[in-house]
Structure formats: structure tokens, C-alpha cells
T-cell receptor, first 114, second 111 residues
Framework: DGGITQSPKYLFRKEGQNVTLSCEQN?????MYWYRQDPGQGLRLIYY???????QKGDIAEGYSVSREKKESFPLTVTSAQKNPTAFYLC?????????????FGSGTRLTVV | GESVGLHLPTLSVQEGDNSIINCAYS??????FIWYKQESGKGPQFIID?????DKRQGQRVTVLLNKTVKHLSLQIAATQPGDSAVYFC??????????FGTGTRLTVIP
């Protein structure tokens, strides 16, 4: 079955540490996205990539970094510069633009700072 | 920029009743609209979409209504079931831009 997989499901980070969230898709989608979700708020775009080796900042990119070395993979690193990283992180993919049916989402990673 | 808001953050309905979730958007040039359902601890799942050249679209037990005059979108769920309990998001696209998501309405179905 084609889909998008995020790992781990739960992640704990100590103060000052960088952590990397994994996102892999086998849908042959060119575009991939990272969103942050906080309680009572909508999904906020962190970074997105329309093609391999290219990515753009979203609305809340500060304290995050990404890479897109392979079409299937779009890992997100939460750096120590992100002062409030505790949140639910969602990865999504699509063909370029917004096709019928919108984005396909992964099941999310819940990051907690301890 | 775009802003998308849902009228109520929470909604409780009796099992078997119809549910209506509303969403307002700001950009009159928006041309594609999607409703997503998100269950606890999971990613959003596509429910139904509509383009700006339509004002109504029906799926299985769900109907989306679009009123471009007042920039309003609604999701109607018929005969609401306990499995419909979730957070519902509207998402809006304008031209070739990325989707912009609303804040979500939590629907609770009372047995």
C-alpha cells in the first residue's frame, strides 16, 4: 500500500538538543510539507519542498531545518534554537500544486521537551 | 494574507442528528476548498472537496456547501455517528499557493 510514514510516533528531547523527525513516502509525490500543530490552533507550515534538492521556508521556519536529498524523504530537524518545540508535527505530500484530494498526511510525531 | 476561521471550536450533537460545521475565509480569489477529519493522535484525512465553480457537493453522508458571496463554507454530516467524533478542519487554496488551514472544530457525538 502506498502511504506516508512518520517516525517516531513519540519523541522526547532534552533542552539544548537537536532532534530529527523522519518522513518517508512511497506515493511518488514530488511535493512534501512539514506542519506544526498546537492545541486549539490550525496547522502551521514550517517548510515545504516542491522538488528534490529544493525547499522553501513556511510561516514558522525559525529553529527548524530540512533536507530533500531523495524524492521519498523529507526529514525535519528541530534545533536548539526552537524555544518552544513541544508540539504535534505532521508531514504531508502531494503532486505539485494542490491536486484534487489535497495533501496526504502522515500519522504525526508528538515531540515533548523534558 | 489568507485567514481561515471556524465559527465554533467545539460542537456536541446527539447520535443520529445532523451536524453542521462552518468555516469562513478571507480571500475572495480562493478557488479550492477541502474538509479534513482528524482523529486523536492521527494525521488529517480527506473527507470532501469543492472548487469555486460549484456551490454544493455531496459524498457519503457528507455535503459541502460553498457561498462565495459571503466567503463561507460548511460541512454537513447526516445521521451523525460516534465514529464521527473528531476534529474537523477546512483548508483553502488560492491559485497555485499552498493550502491554508483553519483552526478546527472538535465534534463530539453523544450516544
Amino acid at each position: 500500500d502506498g502511504g506516508i510514514t512518520q517516525s517516531p510516533k513519540y519523541l522526547f528531547r532534552k533542552e539544548g538538543q537537536n532532534v530529527t523527525l523522519s518522513c518517508e513516502q512511497n506515493l511518488n509525490h514530488d511535493a512534501m510539507y512539514w506542519y506544526r500543530q498546537d492545541p486549539g490552533q490550525g496547522l502551521r507550515l514550517i517548510y515545504y519542498s516542491q522538488i528534490v534538492n529544493d525547499f522553501q521556508k513556511g510561516d514558522i521556519a525559525e529553529g527548524y531545518s530540512v533536507s530533500r536529498e531523495k524524492k521519498e524523504s523529507f526529514p525535519l530537524t528541530v534545533t536548539s534554537a526552537q524555544k518552544n518545540p513541544t508540539a504535534f508535527y505532521l508531514c504531508a505530500s502531494s503532486i505539485p500544486g494542490v491536486p484534487s484530494g489535497g495533501y496526504t498526511f502522515g500519522s504525526g510525531t508528538r515531540l515533548t521537551v523534558v | 494574507g489568507e485567514s481561515v476561521g471556524l465559527h465554533l471550536p467545539t460542537l456536541s450533537v446527539q447520535e443520529g442528528d445532523n451536524s453542521i460545521i462552518n468555516c469562513a475565509y478571507s480571500n475572495s480569489a480562493s478557488d479550492y476548498f477541502i474538509w479534513y477529519k482528524q482523529e486523536s493522535g492521527k494525521g488529517p484525512q480527506f473527507i470532501i472537496d469543492i472548487r469555486s465553480n460549484m456551490d454544493k457537493r455531496q459524498g457519503q453522508r457528507v455535503t459541502v456547501l460553498l457561498n462565495k458571496t459571503v466567503k463561507h463554507l460548511s460541512l454537513q454530516i447526516a445521521a451523525t455517528q460516534p465514529g464521527d467524533s473528531a476534529v474537523y478542519f477546512c483548508a483553502v487554496q488560492t491559485g497555485a499557493n499552498n493550502l491554508f488551514f483553519g483552526t478546527g472544530t472538535r465534534l463530539t457525538v453523544i450516544p
